[in-house]
């Protein structure tokens, strides 16, 4: 439980000094994923998310949809507390 707490802490506090900025290619496609996810309901890379632009018109989860899924509630806070902040 402890373990737990301590890693609930870390990654609060990655959060929180996050700046918004994906430098892998995987990373700015996964977000762009998760975020068409919860705005249109497709697995297709799409939008401006964190300057992604889509470079594969399939869907990206051939390699790997966890990120995406785990993205989605936070995309989801984003939107809701600043939309024009979440490009």
Not at 10 to 33: F, H, K, P, Q
Not at 56 to 61: N, R, T
Request: charged content about 15%.
């Amino acid at each position: 439980m402890l373990l737990g707490l301590v890693a609930l802490g870390v990654l609060a506090l990655y959060l929180a000094i996050e700046r918004g900025t994906v430098n892998s290619w995987d990373g700015l496609a996964m977000a762009s994923v998760a975020r068409n996810l919860l705005q249109h309901g497709s697995l297709k890379e799409c939008c401006n998310a964190f300057g992604a632009y889509p470079r594969d018109p399939g869907p990206y989860a051939k390699s790997g949809i966890g990120y995406s899924l785990a993205l989605v509630p936070l995309w989801h806070f984003q939107l809701r507390s600043d939309p024009k902040g979440a490009i």
